[in-house]
């Protein structure tokens, strides 16, 4: 029968083993909740970009638009004065 000391020995790495394996284990688990919570935050930034990037395009396309408009309202108005000077020329 084995001595007292060699049973508490025994106990002892018994008792360490498991503990690494059960170590082991959770250190698996975080990593794999890690990689998940990581991928989520990928994801979610992504979406950020994503959604920043389309309100500076937005922003550009409104801006473009409104030079449209103002470009086109130039554009009439200097029709109405180019016709109103050949009238002027006519008359004279």
Sequence with gaps: MASRAERFKQAA????????????????????????AQKRAKTDERQ???????RRT??????????AIVAGVAAGIA???AENRKLKKKKR
């Design 79 to 81: 029709s109405a004065r």
């Design 48 to 54: 950020r970009r994503i959604k920043a990037a389309l």
């Design 58 to 67: 937005g922003q550009v396309l409104k801006a473009a638009g409104r030079a």
């Design 13 to 36: 790495v018994k008792a360490a083993r498991t503990a690494r394996k059960w170590a082991q284990n959770a250190a698996r688990e975080a990593d794999r909740l890690l990689k998940e």
